[in-house]
């Protein structure tokens, strides 16, 4: 996605053409959405909101790195009103750069846990950073937290995403918060020694190279994990039936959460609009579909989950670490996977 902002006519040209003019929105029942949601079947969170409100959402989607740059350069002639991204860092990111504006909403802090939510920006779903180890090859107890995996004896095993990727960042991130940055520098190195092949590919790659005997353990997001329990494919039954799952850390801080959410962006032209959004977000239906349409888990305490999958991981202790302090240490832990060569 290209940045599209300059203060010329000709762009603001563009841009009025791509959602009108700031006097046609003030009258139209509107809600311009900047995403970096790429799920097909988020249409149906959208419909939802417009069926409740009458409220049209007009949606532009991108990477989330460009898509802050084009809010930010976009400045107070952006006509986006909420920015819906993954990755608790980038949503960081977006605060430092003064993009969203302070949110006041009894309902947002009654329904989102303190540690899910800043004072501009809140989550609506989460996915856990899970270890998937191959049956017969690597016992589960073998891998019961994090730091197994750069265990020597695991030399040669390991398959792992790049590590300059959002959830690997987020990971280590947490591993400085809570470890510090002498044994989270340990821990890259122990992982890069332990590399079966170069990272790359995503979670459903490593999922499948464990699976195939590429390697013998990895980690992914449950989300991936889930669409595969709940495929209709063979090879993704076979895949599944080949690995086993073991949720990190829960004789400690318990296993990492990164999460979607979003916020009200400072020059959003529908404010209001824009708080009937997140407020939707945090609602029994919207915190429904996340589990059952896209096999993420609720923010919401107490929500009933009908997703089979979701239902077959069963309960485990998740990491409290309020995750808008990982972008404190994001830098770090791209500095030390650079030193370390986890490319």
Same mark, same amino acid.
Request: net charge neutral; glycine share 8%; with cysteine.
């Given at each position: 996605?290209?940045?599209?902002?300059?203060?010329?006519?000709?762009?603001? @040209?563009?841009?009025?053409?791509?959602f009108?003019?700031? $006097?046609? !929105?003030?009258?139209e029942k509107?809600?311009?959405?900047?995403?970096?949601?790429?799920y097909?079947?988020?249409?149906?969170?959208?419909? &939802?909101?417009?069926?409740?409100?009458?409220?049209?959402?007009?949606r532009?989607?991108?990477?989330?790195?460009? #898509?802050?740059?084009?809010i930010?350069?976009?400045?107070?002639y952006?006509p986006?009103?909420?920015?819906?991204?993954?990755?608790?860092?980038?949503?960081?990111?977006?605060h /430092?750069? +003064?993009?969203?504006?302070?949110?006041?909403?009894?309902?947002?802090?009654?329904?989102?846990p303190?540690?899910?939510? *800043?004072?501009?920006?809140?989550?609506?779903?989460?996915?856990?950073? $899970?270890?998937?180890?191959?049956?017969g090859?690597?016992?589960?107890?073998e891998?019961q937290?994090?730091?197994?995996?750069?265990?020597?004896?695991?030399?040669?095993?390991?398959?792992?995403?790049?590590?300059?990727?959002?959830?690997? #960042?987020?990971?280590?991130?947490? =591993?400085?918060?809570?470890? +510090?940055?002498?044994?989270?520098?340990?821990?890259?190195?122990?992982?890069v020694?332990?590399f079966?092949r170069?990272?790359?590919?995503?979670?459903?790659?490593?999922?499948?190279?464990?699976?195939?005997?590429?390697?013998?353990?990895? %980690?992914?997001?449950?989300?991936?994990?889930?669409?595969?329990?709940?495929s209709?494919?063979? /090879?993704?039954?076979? *895949?599944m039936?080949?690995?086993g =799952?073991?949720?990190?850390?829960?004789?400690?801080? &318990?296993?990492? =959460?990164?999460?979607?959410?979003? &916020? %009200?962006?400072?020059?959003?032209?529908?404010?209001?609009?824009?708080?009937?959004?997140? /407020?939707y977000? @945090?609602?029994?239906?919207?915190q429904?579909?996340?589990?059952?349409?896209?096999n /993420?888990?609720?923010v919401?305490?107490?929500?009933?989950?009908?997703?089979?999958?979701l239902i077959?991981?069963?309960?485990?202790?998740?990491?409290?670490?309020? %995750?808008?302090? #990982?972008?404190?240490?994001?830098?770090?832990?791209q500095?030390?996977?650079? !030193?370390?060569?986890?490319?």
């Open positions: 996605m290209k940045v599209l902002f300059s203060r010329s006519l000709l762009t603001l @040209a563009v841009v009025a053409a791509a009108g003019s700031s $006097v046609s !929105q003030a009258e509107v809600l311009n959405l900047y995403s970096a949601r790429h097909q079947t988020d249409e149906a969170l959208y419909q &939802g909101f417009t069926e409740q409100t009458g409220i049209t959402i007009k532009i989607e991108g990477k989330e790195d460009e #898509l802050l740059e084009r930010r350069n976009e400045g107070a952006s986006a009103d909420i920015l819906l991204t993954v990755d608790a860092a980038r949503l960081s990111a977006a /430092e750069l +003064g993009l969203f504006a302070p949110v006041s909403s009894p309902l947002l802090e009654a329904r989102i303190a540690n899910l939510r *800043t004072v501009d920006w809140f989550s609506f779903s989460t996915r856990a950073r $899970v270890i998937v180890y191959a049956k090859v690597v016992k589960p107890e891998v937290t994090y730091g197994d995996l750069a265990n020597p004896r695991l030399k040669g095993k390991v398959c792992s995403r790049s590590g300059s990727h959002p959830y690997n #960042l987020s990971l280590m991130a947490s =591993i400085i918060a809570h470890q +510090g940055e002498a044994k989270a520098e340990q821990w890259a190195k122990g992982m020694a332990n079966a170069a990272p790359k590919g995503g979670d459903t790659d490593q999922i499948r190279a464990v699976a195939a005997g590429e390697c013998a353990v990895a %980690v992914a997001n449950t989300y991936y994990l889930a669409r595969l329990m709940r209709d494919k063979p /090879e993704d039954r076979t *895949t039936d080949k690995i =799952i073991v949720w990190p850390d829960q004789q400690s801080y &318990g296993a990492h =959460i990164n999460v979607s959410g979003g &916020g %009200v962006l400072k020059h959003a032209p529908h404010k209001e609009a824009a708080l009937k959004f997140l /407020e977000l @945090a609602s029994d239906q919207a429904r579909y996340f589990a059952d349409g896209n /993420e888990w609720p919401v305490v107490g929500m009933k989950i009908d997703n089979p999958a077959a991981l069963g309960k485990f202790k998740a990491d409290s670490l309020p %995750v808008g302090s #990982l972008a404190m240490y994001r830098a770090k832990a500095m030390i996977f650079d !030193q370390v060569g986890y490319r």
